[in-house]
């Protein structure tokens, strides 16, 4: 058994929109594959588009968090909330505009033909008028 005391640090302007800060918890040795941080969100922050080869798990935490499919669909969970973003969907999720909001976000890293472990491929940012609208809609 081991105590480890995590660092947050700042997650990468390359795959996020505005201020996260991220904490690695656990990172999977073979034979495991489970990654697990929690991710912290300012107001308006979020990832940009992504996919999870086998999935992923978002647990709220605190405040209101958005998680945003391809096809328009936007799910607002609160604390206690957890949403399942299956398998090679494409998805994004942040904070509202308004609202901080922290999550568990729980994958498996799964190994692609080069022999290479990844629990993500990341895509482009979610455009502005596109997290704009999702506010409006109050969904």
Do not use: N
């Not at 992923?56 to 799910?75: E, F, I, K, M, P």
């Not at 909001?101 to 491929?121: F, M, N, R, W």
């Amino acid at each position: 058994m081991e105590l480890k005391h995590p660092a947050a640090t700042q997650a990468p302007t390359a795959t996020f929109t505005g201020d996260v800060f991220m904490t690695p918890l656990a990172t999977g040795v073979a034979p495991s594959r489970v990654a697990v941080a929690l991710v912290r969100f300012t107001p308006g922050a979020r990832t940009f588009w992504h996919v999870h080869p086998a999935g992923q798990l978002l647990h709220v935490t605190d405040g209101t968090a958005l998680v945003g499919t391809r096809d328009g669909s936007v799910v607002r969970a609160r604390a206690g909330d957890t949403v399942v973003c299956p398998p090679g969907e494409e998805h994004w999720h942040g904070a509202t505009a308004d609202s901080f909001a922290a999550h568990l976000a729980i994958q498996e890293s799964v190994t692609d033909g080069s022999g290479q472990a990844s629990p993500v491929t990341w895509l482009e940012p979610v455009p502005d008028d596109v997290y704009a609208a999702v506010q409006r809609e109050g969904s």
